[in-house]
């Protein structure tokens, strides 16, 4: 399908849809349109739209799954790149696993524990890409992304080339992988043999997750940084949060690290909510929290 902006055809390589709500892209549930939201075919055409973008003096998001995402009310006058399918299948050679950024992790995690290889296990269950887990330096359960990742072919300042990840600076929830500085393409991680028990990790991180977290109603995970020394949750519940509502943004009564889309939620309740627990926790403890959660 040929997309115009203005009199100007897109590059080819897209699946490409218009006037897109975000609250359908991102697991917030909120967000008004997305002007034009592309699903690139290939590598190249990934490329083509950040080129054509640039040249044209386009805005630019990108987005994974869009599930650590706070999208603006007003919608996004520009274009949404949507990389969160897979351009091909992860390629193995004995425990290194090359997989496309476009990957769910969860699938990539649980596909590797079937090729009888382990590292990936307590990943299992974050609901994003492989991109947007490097992006992010992802991490759950004593396990982050960095401690298997070992290079990541990106597309920076033009230019498509892999980066050995030892060069890179990679910190709590945050790398040099994220859009947009640049655009993480494949990912190769180096796991090992499975010594029987990754299997079991699975189940019981996936267990966890069920009982401690809020999945019934949409959210984009924890909604603060770990500070140092401390759980943001436990915070936020010491000083009575849990439950506190602003529109239809409340403090999770079941974790108070997440915030939750309990029906109608707008950016700018979830922003007040935030920067209210933001003033409270501060007061209280004096301990300054920092979201988790990006922008579009
Ligand atoms: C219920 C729930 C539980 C969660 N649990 C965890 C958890 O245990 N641990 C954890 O770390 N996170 C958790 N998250 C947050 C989220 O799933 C992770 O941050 C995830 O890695 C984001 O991946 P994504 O594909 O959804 O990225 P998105 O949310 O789409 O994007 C996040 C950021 O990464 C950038 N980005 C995405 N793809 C790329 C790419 N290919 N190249 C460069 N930049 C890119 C985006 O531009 C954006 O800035 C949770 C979220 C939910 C909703």
Not at 8 to 17: N, S, V
Request: glycine share 12%; hydrophobic share 40%; aromatic share 8%.
């Amino acid at each position: 399908m040929n997309v115009f902006w203005g009199n100007m055809a897109l590059p080819e390589g897209f699946g490409a849809e218009v006037n897109i709500p975000l609250s359908e892209l991102t697991s917030f549930r909120i967000g008004g349109n997305a002007k034009v939201v592309l699903h690139p075919h290939s590598y190249n055409a990934i490329r083509d739209a950040v080129t054509f973008a640039a040249q044209n003096g386009i805005p630019l998001a990108l987005l994974g799954k869009g599930t650590n995402i706070l999208a603006s009310d007003r919608g996004f006058g520009g274009f949404v790149l949507r990389f969160d399918t897979p351009l091909h299948e992860p390629v193995y050679r004995g425990t290194t696993v090359i997989a496309c950024c476009g990957t769910s992790l969860t699938a990539l995690a649980r596909e590797t524990v079937r090729h009888g290889l382990m590292g990936l296990e307590r990943l299992c269950g974050i609901p994003g890409t492989v991109g947007g887990a490097c992006a992010m330096n992802a991490g759950a359960y004593g396990g982050e992304i960095k401690q298997v990742l070992v290079r990541i072919r990106v597309l920076k300042d033009g230019r498509d080339r892999w980066i050995d990840v030892r060069d890179c600076d990679l910190g709590y929830r945050r790398s040099a992988f994220s859009f947009p500085s640049c655009i993480a393409l494949e990912a190769e991680f180096s796991l090992r043999h499975d010594d029987g028990t990754a299997a079991q990790t699975i189940q019981t991180c996936m267990d966890k997750r069920r009982e401690k977290q809020p999945l019934e109603l949409p959210s984009a995970g924890s909604t603060f940084k770990r500070p140092e020394g401390h759980f943001a949750g436990a915070l936020i519940e010491q000083c009575g949060l849990k439950g506190f509502t602003i529109g239809g943004a409340q403090v999770s009564e079941k974790h108070a690290g997440f915030i939750v889309n309990v029906g109608g939620a707008t950016e700018a309740d979830v922003s007040s909510l935030i920067a209210y627990v933001q003033r409270v926790v501060l007061e209280r403890t004096g301990v300054s929290l920092e979201p988790e959660i990006k922008r579009i």
